[in-house]
């Protein structure tokens, strides 16, 4: 049974790679080896212990196969899944699956891109959508506006609540050293600056950087013998209802509704168990939908929750507090840094933007344009 997976298995490796603008002469596959490296150092680990390889890719194709090549490693296990932002939450629970029945027993997460570096454009993302071309919208920030404006016109959501979410995302980046955009932000910027689709400015977007990641999961049994306190993972779910937002059921409503369900059904926990929450903040209305979708406000309640700073540094519920793909960095797709920074807050590490007594952590995915959604959530050796 999926519960069954419940802290059977564990994060023990975590490593960004260079992030921001790296510049000429480096590609996606330098920068998986340079995370990669970092994270088997932090686990006290080889790259011969690795025997299971978790990635998906925008700018290469066959991503299994050219990782294993490029770091010299022959896995006995391999998992491509391509979900976009979301992908490298599912791996985790894939990569506990495959762990727990002995399929492999190291098994890394990687991912990285060049996006800025390589010109800004999603590399790959040429897909012809054959429902919504016709439209001429701006994708996929076009598709983000629908949903945002739909928030406002059903539930009274308004722009300096949009607002807040940018302004706390910075607020964890001045925290932050490794976070590309450090400098102030005020709600009255967000409003200010360039409209790109109404209602989002260039402030409500998330950054292009060049950036990669990597994690390193094992056995419960075996993490408790390496270098760092291990990281469970306590529950985990994925979902997807539709590809194309035409295709969206109701716009102010994600899937994440599911996989959210299924992964604190598997915890055995609640939204009210969660000390720090990561999600992926492709833009502002992101977090105010998957905070309702998630269960920590009620659907609607979503603006009015992240105002007044609650979202913040000093505020009741620490969201994104490495910055988010809104300051910290966002190289294509965000979603393994939400799984690096819950461990590196569950291990106490994150310096200045520390939170005290953190013992669950929720790690949540973004695929597309609100099209696939997948939860994770991780705990201390106090969980179990």
């Known amino acids: 049974m999926a519960d069954g997976l419940r802290g059977r298995t564990a994060i023990v490796g975590i490593a960004e790679s260079d992030l921001g603008i790296v510049g000429e002469g480096v590609d996606d596959l330098d920068l ?25 890719s925008i700018g290469f194709p066959l991503p299994a196969l050219s990782v294993a090549e490029y770091l010299g490693v022959r896995p006995r296990y391999h998992d491509t899944t391509m979900t976009g932002g979301s992908s490298f939450l599912s791996h985790a629970l894939h990569a506990a699956a495959a762990i727990d029945a002995g399929l492999c027993e190291v098994a890394l997460i990687a991912y990285g891109s060049t996006q800025r570096s390589g010109g800004g454009a999603l590399k790959g993302a040429g897909q012809v959508f ?21 928030h406002m016109h059903q539930y009274g959501t308004t ?3 949009l607002a807040e979410v940018a302004v706390s995302a910075r ?11 450090r400098d102030p932000l005020t709600i009255e910027e967000v409003l200010s600056a360039r409209t790109v689709c109404s209602p ?7 950054l292009v950087t060049d950036g990669g990641g990597a994690v390193i999961m094992t056995s419960a049994e075996r993490a408790r013998e390496l270098r760092r306190p291990p990281v469970y993972l306590l529950g985990a779910g994925e979902a997807t209802w539709n590809q194309n937002i035409s295709q969206m059921p109701d716009l102010t409503v994600t899937c994440a509704q599911d996989s959210g369900a299924r992964a604190f059904e598997m915890a055995g926990l609640t939204a009210a168990d969660v000390d720090v929450v990561q999600l992926y903040d492709a833009f502002t209305i992101n977090p105010i939908l998957f905070l309702e979708d998630l269960g920590f406000c009620a659907k609607g309640e979503g603006g009015a929750f992240v105002a007044g700073g609650r979202i913040a540094p000093g505020g009741e519920l620490p969201v994104n507090t490495n910055g988010g793909g809104l300051s910290y960095c966002h ?26 007594g953190a013992n ?11 099209s696939s959604q997948a939860t994770a959530i991780l705990g201390t050796e106090a969980t179990l």
């Not at 054959?130 to 739909?150: Q, S, T």
């Not at 807050?345 to 994150?350: C, I, K, S, T, Y």
């Open 32 to 56: 998986i080896g340079q995370a990669t490296v970092a994270a088997l150092a932090d686990a006290g680990l080889e790259k011969a212990d690795v025997d299971g390889i978790f990635t998906a």
């Open 130 to 150: 054959a429902y919504e071309d016709v439209y001429a919208a701006r994708r996929p920030i076009g598709m983000y506006a629908l949903a945002a404006a739909r």
């Open 200 to 206: 989002l400015t260039t402030r409500d977007c998330c």
């Open 171 to 181: 607020g964890w980046a001045q925290l932050n050293p490794r976070a590309f955009a």
């Open 159 to 161: 722009r300096e609540q």
């Open 331 to 356: 190289p294509g797709m965000y979603g393994i840094f939400t799984l690096i920074e819950s461990t590196r807050q569950l291990r106490g590490e994150a310096d200045a933007r520390q939170v005290r």
């Open 360 to 370: 669950v952590a929720l790690a949540h995915g973004n695929g597309d344009v609100l």
